[in-house]
């Protein structure tokens, strides 16, 4: 292989592997600046991995809806994880990093025996639609990188639609104001109307469903193939990529291509079959983390209030 | 007559003891008791929505962990590790450090204690003697170095010790994986992921000849005495409790916060990597293998959770989750249950304890633990 197909192939891997990271980031990124720090994310893509194959199995019948009804549903599955999450943290003002690890380690349960339940022990059902690979039109003729770029299935796009959306929200809406302000000071955004618990559930929710899309990218994208924790760690690299990029969605969108690359180079030195042990390479994406988080983040830039719960009644 | 003003001044009098005496202790008994009820309730409406007996499944979990002696003797063993991992968790949860790497610490644990026992201890044979108490330290040091490590990173750097040691349990799972599938630690046959077995004069030795209970689960529980005494009765202690309750106010009257950071996160991966070694010198095979173990880390939050933190209660609750880990296989053998229910079933309790501090009635029992 010439370089350059080397590296088309790389960025195109990259962009692959940063998407479901991107989602699942951006939903934390939302809420985490309403001051929910959301350790469930892991868990909330797995049941999204789950359902959205399981949306498109039984409407399979449609093959053209199949996989937008597979990706409805985890996003709806996400959600409603999200809700259980919200009812603990805020309706019951529990400690938000043990919500997390709950909600995680129900998630792993929970899929497995459903998963083992409607498919069996062995193997995924084979007849799942899923979202194809096309080309842009034009787009993907461009000389050089077009192909990397503008050849990828559906999802990856609205993905990377999302990063403007959500930073028009944050930082151009009236309601965006209100959601950071609940994560830097909800007694002064309580005090001028605004109500603080409805707020985070309602960005929690967002979280939960942007995590359950995630999730359905790893079932429904390119290759329809769901197995137990198949989420290997990303809804908490995601969390990582929410620090890293500063809470911000478009720095979020930077990070989540570095540790898109992280999963990107984990699967190409695999293929160059060089000597050296595979593991070190899975490895990579949770070192990279590290590394960054230790290398970067040095001055605390969390939304004042994060992790705390608010008590109207205080 | 009847004096009824005497029967009035008496009701009341029962009634102030009852305040006083009986509904505290009612309590501290029935909390956990209801909290553990309604988590069970929970589960087996969902085992039954899936489809599947719920009281055929529990009387299956039951039969298998409580219904001989050699059954309790192998819940014990079953418990063992959730003790070890549980204790690591309370100690670093007191000192309010959210330690999530009790898994990776563990397993960098048995690594210690695998590379121990297969390579070091052949240097000097048949002497278990010096040989058991060498490879305990080994694993307590190596989980300990594991577990510094966020808190260098968090004194140091300002990173967030929840996304640090998880980052840290996926790093030893693949670093484990690389030591035994073709890594120097892999079985001399090279023909699975696996390592060779450890020395025989390594093993831990038994309590009783008849049954598989051993003298890491009596260590075990020495231990959660131990810290019992060392977190309530000692300057140490305090100073973890201090730090725990309000670090800032902690910082103010003195206490170091670096420093009890990194005592408690050396001690937490210390316990972890302690019961690790446990698991691979006192049971058979005696061998590393992959999925080692099946995720005692992440539950030892919930053991340590329900046990309010407290060393001596951990005793208590990880009996529990040995029993529901092993009666999970009766159900999976028995009614056909997948035996990740268990992890299910340990995510509602750990919701429920949560919950029920939320929960009026429950507020004495949770004043303690502010979840």
Known sequence: ?314 | MFNFSALFRKTISISLSVRKIILPFFLWILAPVLILTSAFITNGIIIFLFGYNPIEAYAAAIGITFGSVSAISETLVKSTPFLMTGLSVAIAFRCGMWNIGAEGQFLIGVLAATWFGTKIAILFPNTSWIAVPLCLSFAILAGGIWGIIPAILKVTRGVNEVISTIMLNYIAIHFVSLMIDGGPLQETSKTGPQSDPIAEWVFLPRLFEAHRIHLGTGLAVILAIVLTFVLFRTTFGYQLRAVGEGAAAAEAAGISISQNTLRVFFISGALAGLGGAIEIMALVPHRLTENFSPDYGYTAIAVALLAKLHPLMTVATALLFGALAKGSFAMEAEVGISRQVTLMMQAIILLFVIGASAVNFFRKYNRQQKL
């Open chain 1, 1 to 314: 292989m010439d370089i350059i197909a080397i590296l088309e192939d790389i960025l195109a891997a990259t962009i692959r592997g940063a998407t479901p990271l991107l989602l699942a980031a951006l939903g934390e990124v939302v809420a985490q600046r309403a001051g929910v720090i959301n350790i469930g994310i892991e868990g909330m893509m797995l049941i999204g991995a789950l359902f959205g194959m399981v949306g498109s199995f039984y409407t399979a019948g449609l093959p053209f809806l199949a996989p937008w009804v597979g990706l409805f549903v985890a996003g709806l599955s996400g959600l409603l994880t999200a809700a259980l999450f919200a009812f603990f943290a805020i309706r019951l003002r529990g400690d938000q990093v043990v919500i997390g690890t709950a909600i995680t380690l129900l998630a792993l349960g929970f899929t497995e025996v459903v998963y083992v339940r409607l498919f069996g022990k062995t193997g995924s059902p084979q007849s799942v639609p899923y979202f194809k690979q096309f080309d842009m039109p034009f787009l993907s003729q461009i000389p050089l990188f077009g192909d990397a770029l503008f050849t990828h299935n559906i999802i990856v796009f609205i993905a990377f639609l999302f990063v403007p959306c959500v930073y028009f929200f944050l930082y151009h809406t009236q309601l965006g104001l209100r959601v950071r302000a609940c994560g830097e000071h909800p007694k002064a955004i309580s005090t001028v109307g605004s109500n603080v618990s409805l707020l985070r559930t309602m960005c929690l929710l967002f979280a939960g469903a942007m995590a359950g899309i995630g999730g359905g990218y790893l079932s429904l994208a390119d290759v329809p193939i769901f197995t137990p924790g198949m989420t290997a760690g990303r809804g908490f690299i995601a969390l990582a990529i929410v620090i890293f990029g500063k809470w911000h969605p478009v720095k979020a969108f930077g990070a989540a291509l570095l540790f898109g690359l992280g999963f990107a180079l984990e699967n190409r030195f695999q293929a160059f079959g060089w000597d050296v042990q595979y593991q070190w390479f899975l490895m990579l994406p949770f070192v990279l983390c590290l590394a960054v988080l230790a290398g970067f983040v040095g001055k605390a830039e969390a939304p004042l209030a994060l992790g705390k719960p608010y008590d109207p009644s205080e």
